[in-house]
């Protein structure tokens, strides 16, 4: 594996690959604070107008997106080795002025992306939907 790939047992835990900085807790509000000034310096370093960054590698229980939507979580461990959760399709239509955002659930429902923010956990009054 490449070096700045990084990998658990040489310290690369910062590497593109291991950082869970965008998607963990699972399923909730990202524990580092940071997080949304680092997905937003994130998009300003790949340019071309990008507006979200979908990530992978922490599993939620669902497809759900963090920081103001510039984060887009779909891993959801359908793997029986992981979780044996019912796949999920994160679906972008790229519109003239706005990008429609959905989810395509296993039964073929279609849901808009933005009932699928993720919730803080600290918060009594803010929890995920469906």
């Known amino acids: 594996m490449p070096e700045f790939l990084g990998g658990g047992s040489n310290g690369g835990e910062s590497s593109p690959v291991w950082m869970r900085d965008l998607s963990s807790p699972p399923d909730a509000v990202p524990k580092n604070m ?4 680092i997905a937003e310096a994130s998009l300003k370093e790949i340019g071309n107008g990008a507006s979200r ?5 922490t599993p939620q229980r669902r497809i759900n997106q963090s920081c103001d939507g510039k984060v887009w979580r779909i891993d959801v461990g359908m793997s029986a080795g992981v979780s044996d959760n019912m796949p999920e399709v994160l679906e972008i239509v790229h519109g003239e002025r706005e990008d429609e955002v959905f989810v395509i659930q296993a039964d073929g429902e279609r849901v808009e ?14 929890s995920i939907k469906g």
């Open 34 to 37: 940071t997080a949304t000034s």
């Open 53 to 57: 960054i979908v990530v992978g590698h």
């Open 113 to 126: 992306g933005a009932s699928r923010m993720c919730h803080d956990p600290e918060d009594k009054e803010d």
